[in-house]
């Protein structure tokens, strides 16, 4: 069993590595509970912008004012566990201007047609992304 | 572009994907906002068995009485989309016998060493799958 080390990611890279990825999962609070659901995401001028059919359940939260969410991809090996993770801590609109609307609905594929959908910015405000790395040998650390 | 459809699962259907997996995210709330962890897991009597050294976020809310969190667990292909997400609303508890830690700890591989570490359990009361399929020629369906 080899070891293995946890990299904190700076804000730049964590978003780099969100952008890589076509989907992730959005976080949210429904009827005071915590709920979670896939979505595929494109990254616009730093906001995360998804789409999702599944229900009003998020779409609600973020209509008006906004509502807080966290959003997470990640790309972790099932075997030896490495890869990376970034979880974003942001405010979720709902987009409601047509031309955003049609502009993104064309670079975001649904996932299920026929259903509902709605498209939401989430404006990131705390970046979390950490790298799994095998561990290597020590370069002038003093800790082994 | 081909299209696809979601079919809902049954409780069993989902649990199994589930147990079929090694990680998931577990969703919980953390200083009244949303948050999320990448984990691995194990199912062990119906229950969510997870074990995380992401810090004492999760685990001093997972103590006393137990908290409500979501586990979320998905297989879906990053092209097609198609796939299956399962979605559990569950209690959680820290697990606390020492037997119990070490029988899990054995099962359940850590992802860093050296961090220290928890063992918790999800009791789900609550279980969502969907699997997204490609859209088959309907069968006996009036909707196409």
Redesign the interface.
Known sequence: ?N????RELPRDESLRLLAS???G?V???LQA??????V?HILDGGDIIIRT?LGAAITSAADGDGT???Y?A?A?D?DD?LGW?V?V?GTARLVRDEAEVARYSAML?P?????MDHVIRIHPEVVTGFR?MAFSEPIGSSEH
Chains 1, 2 share one sequence.
């Open positions: 069993m070891e293995r080390e946890l990825v076509a989907m999962r976080v949210f609070t509970l915590p709920a979670i659901r896939p595929n059919h807080v969410v966290a997470e990640d972790i099932p566990h993770s979880i801590l594929r996932w299920v047609f026929g259903n799994l």
